[in-house]
């Protein structure tokens, strides 16, 4: 695999970090953290305009660039490093891996363009109350219409939760029953019988949505009916190492946070970072941060280059993406001392 990370692609970070820097700072996530949409369109517009974010890993049959989940997954760690609350994850990793998966060159072509530019956010909603996101929870039922209706010919009724930006989705990619098995469904935002609710989070930069679908006759089949437990495990695992990379760049902004204050902080005539015990947090968050980094390289490298490895790697990048993020995190709050326990410091 190749893991060196190539001129083009540290250019595509610097890009990508400058333009998060003027977009959406910190400041701007803390406003969109109080509405009720969390998004803000221009920015999200401009994403896929200037920079084509939406669709770095989408052919350029349908409209995307074309690069390697290698380039998205940099991205990715540029959008966590800036706690970025669009949908970038919901539409252009998750529905977009989820229409790449699935056997429907029809929906893909006719679906992915619109993704691709950021004009249409998608999302995947698999989920339910319980949580679980095992394809055996499913419970949302999908059955014929009679007669057919022009929309879709299926009609879902049940629910999905903790659906990633559910709220604001133009498309949802909905995971249903049938009698077939597991099946994926299209529906677009404003289908009648169609509810949907933001649900309070604990984590305020990421929305998450309730779902309810009452006798929804506008679904519309996506691939072969049962082949969705198929589609779902390859979206999940990249899923999973997209979100290993956010996690990644948080970890690396914790770590600098850190130690930029360590710098500047004096007590009892010295900075802090000079005495024994901030030097080795930070060289131990150093150390946790940078074998983060080379596991996120190879799991991206094993998308980029479809091995048989992902499901493994993914659980094991994930797994220790969670570890390392919550370390620098508290770390990060403990070197701020007092202020770092306060509402109003990043």
């Given amino acids: 695999m190749k893991l060196a990370i190539a001129t083009e692609q540290r250019e595509l970070g610097d890009s990508v970090r400058r333009f998060l820097a003027d977009r959406a700072p910190l400041s701007r996530v803390r406003e969109l953290m109080e509405t009720p949409d969390g998004i803000d369109r221009a920015v999200w517009q401009q994403a896929g305009a200037q920079l084509g974010l939406q669709g770095i890993a989408i052919p350029e049959r349908y409209g995307g660039a074309g690069f390697s989940f290698a380039e998205q997954a940099i991205v990715l760690e540029e959008l966590g490093a800036a706690l970025y609350g669009g949908p970038y994850l919901a539409s252009a990793v998750l529905a977009a891996t989820a229409l790449l998966s699935a056997s429907d060159e029809v929906a893909r072509g006719k679906l992915l363009p619109g993704i691709a530019s950021g004009q249409t956010v998608a999302t995947l909603a698999v989920a339910e109350d319980d949580g679980s996101w095992d394809p055996a929870a499913v419970r949302l039922t999908a059955s014929r219409a009679v007669p057919v209706t022009p929309g879709g010919g ?44 933001v649900l309070p989070t604990l984590d305020q930069t990421r929305k998450l949505a309730r779902l309810e679908f009452r006798s929804v006759s506008a679904a519309r089949l996506i691939g072969a009916p049962g082949e969705a437990g198929v589609v779902l495990a390859r979206a999940l695992d990249v899923a999973a190492i997209a979100l290993a990379a956010e996690q990644l760049g948080g970890a690396q ?16 005539g ?11 947090r930070c060289a131990d968050l150093l150390l946790e941060v ?57």
């Avoid at 498309?171 to 469904?185: D, M, Q, Y």
């Avoid at 902004?253 to 009892?268: C, E, I, N």
Wanted: hydrophobic share 50%.
């Fill in 290 to 346: 940078s074998s983060l980094r080379s596991a996120v390289r190879y799991a991206a490298a094993a998308v980029a280059e479809d091995s048989a490895e992902i499901p493994v790697v993914a659980a094991l990048t994930k797994a220790y993406a969670s570890d390392v993020y919550f370390h620098a995190a508290a770390e990060n709050i403990q070197i701020h001392g007092g202020i770092g326990f306060t509402w109003e410091h990043d």
């Fill in 270 to 280: 010295r900075p802090i970072g000079s005495f024994q015990a901030i030097k080795h």
């Fill in 253 to 268: 902004r914790a770590l600098d946070m850190a130690v930029g204050y360590a710098k500047t902080r004096h007590q009892f």
């Fill in 154 to 197: 299926w009609i879902l009724d049940g629910h999905k939760s903790f659906v990633l930006d559910g709220h604001a989705a133009d498309l949802i990619l909905v995971v249903a029953a049938t009698g077939s098995g597991l099946s994926l469904f299209g529906v677009r935002a404003g289908a009648p019988g169609l509810n949907r609710r």
